[in-house]
Antibody, heavy 118, light 107 residues
Framework: EVQLLESGGGLVQPGGSLRLSCAASGFTFSSYAMSWVRQAPGKGLEWVSGISASGGSTYYADSVKGRFTISRDSSKNTLYLQMSSLRDEDTAVYYC???????????WGQGTLVTVSS | EIVMTQSPATLSVSPGERATLSCRASQSVSSNLAWYQQKPGQAPSLLIYGASTRATGIPARFSGSGSGTEFTLTISSLQSEDFAVYYCQQYYNWPQTFGQGTKVEIK
């Protein structure tokens, strides 16, 4: 059974940094692309960042480009999202998602809440 | 960026009735379109990919159609567990984009 477990969320001040982690199990992590998708309170889904299976290609939404960095460690079966220069509008539940053969998502974690507030 | 527009924002349907949800892309995404269901307090779950292929374990009452810029998700006979928010997503190019969602509520 595929399991994705996010961690690292919490309260951070504007301008601060946070690193999210997503521990994966139940599948060959190194064979699948992964993404982060967020959802602000009461709002819809917003794709944030994606990374290829090898880690050699990364993609970002314009809203986070230059501030967020996605990475993966296949030795630890873990996906990361390093977030810096955080803004109020980054407040959201952040989901990690496993891509299927293309970049649609067949498994999702339960999410971790990031709150940016002074 | 490709903009995905879903309609209606809210759909009120009685159990057992048919629900038709629409998703329009601002430019062609071919068949690179997925549908997700999200229930309150839960993560989204995949329903349809490739515009019309049901994901594993998805009941036959869910069907997807369309290509290019116009897509439809049809739920043939709504069950109580189908009342939720539905999102479309294009994965034709970067950045990927989601529609704003359609809430299917009990009439």
């Amino acid at each position: 059974e595929v399991q994705l477990l996010e961690s690292g969320g919490g309260l951070v001040q504007p301008g601060g940094s946070l690193r999210l982690s997503c521990a994966a199990s139940g599948f060959t992590f190194s064979s699948y692309a992964m993404s982060w998708v967020r959802q602000a309170p009461g709002k819809g889904l917003e794709w944030v960042s994606g990374i290829s299976a090898s880690g050699g290609s990364t993609y970002y939404a314009d809203s986070v480009k230059g501030r967020f960095t996605i990475s993966r460690d296949s030795s630890k079966n873990t996906l990361y999202l390093q977030m810096s220069s955080l803004r109020d509008e980054d407040t959201a539940v952040y989901y990690c998602a496993k891509a299927a053969s293309r970049y649609y998502y067949d498994s999702w974690g339960q999410g971790t809440l990031v709150t940016v507030s002074s | 960026e490709i903009v995905m527009t879903q309609s209606p924002a809210t759909l009120s349907v009685s159990p057992g009735e048919r629900a038709t949800l629409s998703c329009r892309a601002s430019q062609s995404v071919s068949s690179n379109l997925a549908w997700y269901q999200q229930k309150p307090g839960q993560a989204p779950s995949l329903l349809i990919y490739g515009a019309s292929t049901r994901a594993t374990g998805i009941p036959a009452r869910f069907s997807g159609s369309g290509s290019g810029t116009e897509f439809t998700l049809t739920i043939s006979s709504l069950q109580s567990e189908d009342f939720a928010v539905y999102y479309c997503q294009q994965y034709y190019n970067w950045p990927q984009t989601f529609g704003q969602g359609t809430k299917v509520e009990i009439k």
